[in-house]
């Protein structure tokens, strides 16, 4: 079964310091991901996707994103934490053979003045 | 850009009630997602359409149904409102199955039973 695991419930941060948010997966092989971004009472926003064409992928707003099947992780990076960046992100698995997403249980990015 | 648009924005209702939701999606997108999010919760799958027919099932409860229309929106119709209904309820749109490039989210419409 497909799963995806996002291992921190809440990150601080100054404003100005990297970010790493961590998402690791499970699948019998490699599947789309995705990072989403949603900000208090917003909608989901589509930050970055992973499908196979590049291991490191770049996103919206200064995110990106590694690729590593060895380590079966997707974690999300910024180099530098923007007070705009404080929302709550989720680490999403395409489900193989259906078109429905695995969300995983989220992160919210608490960024400090 | 068009997006997917969800009406209405809020909604609140009794218990016991019923409600529908609609979702218009992007132009030419004929595949549409549910999504309910309850309070700080992962979004969950609901039920998705292609074409007019139902694509896939998640946990949508027996008390909802949904359908797609020819002019490809959808609505979700709730019946019997239970307080833990109350959630976020997200629909995505997408062009064809095979997507590869992420779905589009609406804002989603809060729905609030009291």
């Known amino acids: 079964a497909q799963s995806v695991t996002q291992l921190d419930s809440h990150v601080s941060v100054s404003e100005g310091t990297p970010v790493l948010l961590r998402c690791n997966y499970s699948s019998s092989y490699s599947p789309s991901l995705f990072w989403y971004v949603q900000h208090p009472n917003k909608g989901l926003q589509l930050l970055l996707k992973y499908t196979s064409a590049a291991t490191l992928v770049k996103g919206i707003n200064g995110f990106e994103a590694e690729f590593k099947k060895s380590e079966t992780s997707f974690h999300l990076t910024k180099p530098s934490a923007h007070m705009s960046d404080a929302a709550e992100y989720f680490c999403v698995s395409r489900r193989s053979g259906t078109y429905k997403y695995i969300f995983g249980t989220g992160t919210r990015l608490k960024v400090l003045a | 850009a068009a997006g997917v648009i969800q009406s209405p924005r809020h909604l609140i209702k009794e218990k016991r009630e019923t409600a529908t939701l609609k979702c218009y999606p992007i132009?030419?997108?004929?595949?549409v997602y549910w999504y309910q999010q309850g309070p700080g919760q992962d979004p969950q799958f609901l039920i998705s359409?292609?074409?007019?027919?139902?694509?896939d099932k998640g946990s949508i409860p027996d008390r909802f149904s949904a359908q797609q229309f020819s002019d490809y929106h959808s609505e979700l119709n709730m019946s019997s409102l239970e307080l833990g209904d109350s959630a976020l309820y997200f629909c995505?749109?997408?062009?064809?199955?095979?997507?590869?490039?992420?779905?589009?989210f609406g804002s989603g419409t809060r729905l609030t039973v009291v």
């Open positions: 132009p030419r997108h004929d595949t």
């Open positions: 359409f292609y074409e007019k027919m139902q694509s």
């Open positions: 995505a749109s997408s062009l064809g199955q095979a997507v590869d490039y992420g779905y589009t």
